[in-house]
C-alpha cells in the first residue's frame, strides 16, 4: 500500500491548529487493543512512562527502561491509526546532555514508527528540547508535578504552593515553548497557574489535574476507566471496570467449580475418526 492510501495520522500541525479552539483529547495507551479502541476519539494517544506503575506494579515511573517505552511503543503504533502518538522518554534517558537525549529519541522514534516523544522538562531541558527539534524529533513538554522528581519531592504533590514555586512552573512551560516543544502537558497545578501557564505559551498546554482552560486534557487511561480503588482527586471515572473484572472472574471461577462451563455450544463437535484400514 502506498504512503498516500493510508489512513492520515494527525500531524503536530492539527495539534499546533487547536490551540485556543477545540480542547485536544489525549489518553495514555500501552497495547494494542486498547489502543484501537481509543484511537477514534482521541487526538493523542501517550505512551506514559506511568505504565511502569500501571502495567508493571512498580512503586513510581523511576524504574521505567527504554525497552519497556520500545515494547509498549511498538504495541500502541500496531493498534492506532489515526491519533498522534507520544512515547515518554523514562528517567535517566535524557537529562545527562543533548546527545545522550537524541541518541534515545531516534532510538525510541526509529523501533516505535512514533511522531514524538516527551521529556519532563525542568528548565534544564531546554537545551535538549531545542537540540531534539532541531534535528526532527517533536518533543512534547512536561512541567508542575514532574512524577520522575518523586524521589526529590517526597511524594507526588501539586505544584505552585510557594511563589517560587509558582514562578518556577511559569519559567519551565515558557522554557519549553521558547525551545521548540509542539505541546506541554500541565500537570498538579491550581485552575489559576494552569491558565496563566496556557496565555504564557504558543503551544497548546494539555492538563491532567489541572484546568478546563488548558487546550487539551489527558487522563491515565486506568484510572478513568475504574481501574484503581484509588486514584488522585483530580480523576474522574467514566467506567467502573475493577467491579466488572471482579464480577467476571468471580462468575468464572464459580462455573468453572460447578461444571457448567464450558457449556455444549463452547465445545468442538469433531467426531472422532475412523481407524483408517485401508
Ligand atoms: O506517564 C504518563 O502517563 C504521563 C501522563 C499522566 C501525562 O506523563
Known sequence: MSAQNQTRRKTV????????????????AYTAPMAELLDPHCDVLLVGDSLGMVVHGLPSTVGVTMEMMILHGQAVMRGSKQAFVVVDMPFGSYETNPDQAFLNAAELMQKTGCQ?????????????????VERGV???????????????????????????GWARAIEEAV????????????EGVS??????????????????GASPTCDGQILVTDDMLGMFDWTPKFVRKFANL?????????D???????????GADELYRIKRPQKDTS
Open 13 to 28: 500541525k492539527d495539534l499546533a491548529a487547536a490551540k485556543g479552539e477545540t480542547p485536544l483529547v489525549c489518553l495514555t
Open 116 to 132: 514524538a516523544v516527551k521529556i519532563e522538562s525542568g528548565t534544564f531541558a531546554r537545551a535538549q528540547i531545542a537540540h531534539l
Open 252 to 262: 468464572y471461577a464459580a462455573a468453572v467449580r460447578e461444571r457448567s462451563f464450558p
Open 191 to 208: 485552575q489559576d497557574l494552569a491558565a496563566e501557564i496556557t496565555n504564557a505559551v504558543s503551544c497548546p498546554t494539555i492538563g491532567i
Open 175 to 186: 522554557a519549553a515553548d521558547e525551545a521548540g516543544a509542539f505541546a506541554i502537558v500541565v
Open 242 to 250: 475493577r467491579g466488572e473484572i471482579e464480577t467476571a472472574a468471580k
Open 138 to 164: 517533536p518533543v512534547m513538554g512536561h512541567v508542575g508535578l514532574r512524577p520522575q522528581a518523586v524521589n526529590v519531592d517526597g511524594g507526588f504533590r501539586a505544584k505552585g504552593r510557594t511563589e517560587a
